[in-house]
């Protein structure tokens, strides 16, 4: 049962936390440096010199920024308000942590699109038709929540110290990206990798989105698009419900 | 209906039973005090009234809401002054209490009108642009207070409220406190500073090694305590020490020239007695004075025994 006044309620808390995130976390300068340089880096590293077009390569580039972008700050959040004993204080009021994780999320979330945008007027530069920019912002918003999320779903882990989440976090991002479709297309993996690049969440919104830039892609575009859906909704999901059932075990932590 | 209510809470971390078996209730309006040593089990237990930490067992209510079950309409009437937890160090005074206001479903419109309000009553509105690491101790703790009050509670938690603060900010709070009872609202504070409980509670409960050991209001501890007051009297000539040893043998007493002492429990029968024994031989009393145990030595007892 959900009146008007608790969805207030509930949209002033998000909205409240978000902005804290953004004040503290995201406005920073080599957060910004870092968000903007690294997938440039890893994108260049495996894209220029190769004498493809730039258009080949976007899909790939957007998917890489959207996921070191979006999953980057709000693993440590948790751990760190943990440390800070911030996150009691905010607890001791009439909030939910679900609501503290959705407005962390939104946080993420706006600013993985912030830092995707360039990319976005860059497609459009390159000619890409307006539909296919329209569409593309949807899929970059899907993406953008579920790797928010999967940031969020590390710092479940109940601890107070941020570097084990980023250890954690590492240990299971660099792998994801290395099997999935970003860096080589699918279509020149060879079968055994195949199977391993299907379980990446980085491969369908790859997919996706380089079908709208190149026309080509490797799954049916349904089976990308429930892929995106179940990844994005399984991380939030599972952020959500893990960090329930770890949120007594952090607060006991003194 | 109690506002605040504990039923047989317990709490272990590891082998050490933090809260071992506290029940109390809060009357509306009530200054219910928690006094005791460090490690009691105070912060522990006012943990699991704000729906911070679960019981291992029992329950917690506050205005008939149990914090574990219906956590956010609890604490919808709930303010909290938390003992282990800051405002965000990089955010302003004036970001941190509207943020804290955001959360109790305030518009920014109301929620900006009380952050004001409390900055000014609590002195803190020439530093609300500061940040919160800036502020002196004094000053963040007034800041944890205001952002304990923007959603106008009911019922107010205040663990150690003033504890190692400046004189000054120390009882600017405890002047709030008062301020707030009287506008009704419940509140649990604790504390190991005794005289400041024997000032501001109307009930104490003294805990130790998570177990409450006495209740009562600062008076019943004293007279609970069994420890003696002493009245010493002096009249305008000396006494027969014989007739004053037999008139006041109910009690212990030493006389002396014209000065008797009385060592006793409670003092209002044995003042009586005085006032007779002096009618009745027509003597004056010059001077009478009673010093009862005080809550420092009550709470010594009860504790050490
Ligand atoms: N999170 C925790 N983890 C382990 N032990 C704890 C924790 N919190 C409290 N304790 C222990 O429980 C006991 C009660 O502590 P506490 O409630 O903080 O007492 P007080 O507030 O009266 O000083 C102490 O022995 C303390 O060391
Ligand atoms: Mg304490």
Known sequence: MMNTESFSHLWRSTWAICRKDIKLYYAKGPIVVTGVLFPLFLWGAFYIGRGLEPREGLASLITLTIFFTSSSVTPIIAPWETRQRTLEMLLSRPVKVTTILIGDILASTIFGLIFTLPIVLYSIVLGAALSNVLTAIVIITVTVIGFSALGVLFSALPTDTPADVVLLSSAVKLPLVFVSGVLVPLTQLPTWALSIAAASPLTYPTDLLRRLYTGDAFFPESVDIVMLMIFTIMFTVGALKLHEKTLSARLQRR | MSTIEAVDLHKRFGSIPAVNGVSFKVKEGEIFGFLGPNGAGKTTTIRILTGILKPDSGEARIMGYDVHKD???????????????????????????????????????????????????????????????????????????????????????????????????????????????????????????????????????????????????????????????????????????????????????????????????????????????????????????????????????????
């Open chain 2, 71 to 305: 956590p956010v309409k609890a604490r919808m009437l709930t303010g909290v002054v938390p003992e282990e937890a800051n405002p965000y160090p990089d955010l302003s005074a004036w970001d941190n209490l509207m943020l804290v206001g955001y959360l109790y479903g305030l518009s920014k419109h109301a929620a900006g009108e009380r952050a004001a309000r409390l900055l000014k009553l609590l002195d803190l509105y020439e530093v609300r642009g500061r940040k919160a690491r800036s502020l002196s101790k004094g000053m963040r703790q007034k800041l944890l207070v205001a952002m304990a009050l923007i959603g106008e509670p009911k019922v107010l938690f205040l663990d150690e409220p003033t504890s190692g603060l400046d004189v000054l900010s120390a009882r600017k709070i405890r002047s709030l406190i008062l301020d707030l009872k009287n506008n009704g609202v419940t509140i649990l504070l604790t504390t190991h500073n005794v005289e400041e409980a024997g000032e501001l509670c109307d009930r104490i409960s003294i805990i130790n090694g998570g177990q409450i050991v006495e209740t009562g209001s600062p008076d019943d501890l004293m007279i609970k305590s069994g420890l003696y007051t002493y009245i010493s009297v002096k009249f305008d000539r000396p006494v027969d020490p014989e007739d004053a040893a037999q008139f006041f043998k109910d009690w212990e007493h030493r006389v002396q020239g014209s000065r008797i002492l009385l060592i006793c429990k409670e003092s209002a029968e044995p003042v009586v007695r005085v006032v007779e024994y002096a009618k009745a031989r027509s003597l004056s009393i010059i001077d009478i004075h009673t010093s009862p145990p005080n809550l420092e030595d009550v709470f010594v007892k009860i504790i050490g025994g």
